[in-house]
């Protein structure tokens, strides 16, 4: 399928007959949307012409793709008991939650862990579980039209609508420049890009919401990622509010891929020095 980057010859396939790799589908189904044939035929093509391929594929749906064997794991949501021990995990004790909302938060949340954790982050951030139900009852999220009841999916896009609207502009333009660095950016390298006196503290702010995660990669540098769903829930709103200048986001950062990438490769892979030296 050329959607995939394969062509007639099957040069991708070929490069993968005896390679044993796992490919990662997150959100299947929402290939399936609009591609459905051709997803199930990539996939297909991937565990039938390759000999040590594995697929791990998570899905909101039931999924049918082929009648190769698999291994099903069905993960259910936290228990009611569950919900509260994580909350009293992230909540600090001095915030009482009375027992009417702490039960309002985990039918909204409906046992799903994230939109859990992003709750109490609103509430930590307010120091008040009243303001922060009242935010996410307020948000236009919530009030879908062809919805009675939400769910998981729509929860998680209210918890997540809720706190993009408290940050700041400038957290904002972190964030959408950092979406385009699915390996995360090097922290120094976005030291040096938002060099305002608050950039720290505006990572702090986008940590304790989970907007970002700082880990070490391979030579032992701190990056900062932006985990999934957060990604694609950005990119839906920079569609919708920032068309004009996604277009320069993007080239700012595939310079600054292309410049990491020049380094890596003339540093450390050529001259075969370690990141200390």
């Not at 954790?117 to 930590?124: G, M, N, V």
């Not at 304790?208 to 701190?222: H, S, T, V, Y």
């Amino acid at each position: 399928s050329e959607h995939y980057g394969i062509g007639d010859s099957n040069s991708i396939l070929d490069s993968l007959k005896e390679v044993s790799v796992t490919f990662i589908f997150d959100s299947l189904e929402k290939l399936l949307l609009n591609e459905r044939d051709e997803t199930e035929d990539f996939i297909k093509a991937l565990l039938t012409q390759t000999k040590y391929m594995q697929l791990l594929v998570t899905s909101q749906i039931d999924l049918s793709i082929s009648d190769l064997s698999k291994k099903i794991i069905k993960v259910k949501g936290l228990e009611t008991e569950e919900s509260i021990i994580l909350i009293k995990e992230l909540i600090d004790e001095e915030i009482r939650i009375s027992q009417e909302n702490l039960y309002w938060i985990i039918d909204f949340c409906n046992g799903h862990p994230l939109s859990i954790k992003l709750i109490c982050a609103i509430i930590q951030f307010f120091k008040s579980s009243e303001r922060a139900i009242q935010l996410l009852k307020e948000s236009r999220d919530l009030k879908h039209p062809t919805r009675i009841k939400h769910d998981k999916l729509t929860s998680l896009s209210v918890c997540l609508s809720t706190i993009y609207d408290t940050l700041t502009i400038e957290q904002k333009r972190i964030l959408h420049f950092l979406k385009f660095f699915p390996a995360g950016l090097k922290l120094k390298w976005a030291e040096e890009k938002f060099k305002e006196s608050t950039f720290i503290n505006d990572v702090s702010v986008l940590q304790q919401f989970f907007f970002i995660e700082i880990k070490e990669d391979q030579l032992d540098f701190e990056r900062l990622f932006i985990p999934n769903p957060i990604r694609p829930f950005l990119k839906e709103k920079a569609d919708q509010e920032l068309a004009q200048t996604e277009v320069e986001t993007e080239k700012g950062a595939i310079i600054h891929m292309m410049m990491e990438a020049a380094t890596v490769e003339l540093r450390y892979i050529e001259s075969g020095l370690s990141c200390q030296e």
